[in-house]
């Protein structure tokens, strides 16, 4: 069974940091794209970063140059390192393999940037 355990969220002042952690299970891990996700109140789910062993990391534009996407294969894990966070960046956030509908959302870590 897929399942995803995301941690490390908060609450954190405009320009602060965090790093959150997703320990995956129930795949090979390392044969898959991960990817972090997020919804903000409101909002549709959107897709902030992935990583490929073989493509790379990839991120979308409104992070791009503050979030940094990052695995340990050896622990099932994929962490988001969150940098200079903005209140536009309150959501909660998910991990998920990339293109792999039929997987079941974890709970997800809620990251609060006050404004």
């Known amino acids: 069974q897929v399942q995803f355990v995301e941690s490390g969220g908060g609450l954190v002042p405009p320009g602060g940091s965090l790093r959150l952690s997703c320990a995956a299970s129930g795949f090979s891990f390392s044969s898959y794209t991960m990817g972090w996700y997020r919804q903000a109140p409101g909002k549709q789910r959107e897709l902030v970063a992935q990583i490929n062993r073989v493509i790379g990391t990839n991120y979308a534009d409104s992070v791009k140059g503050r979030f940094t996407i990052s695995t340990d294969n050896a622990k099932n894990t994929v962490y988001l390192q969150l940098n200079s966070l903005k209140p536009e960046d309150t959501a909660v956030y998910y991990c998920?393999?990339?293109?792999?509908?039929?997987?079941?959302w974890g709970r997800g870590t809620q990251v609060t940037v006050p404004s």
């Open positions: 998920h393999r990339v293109l792999m509908p039929q997987d079941s």
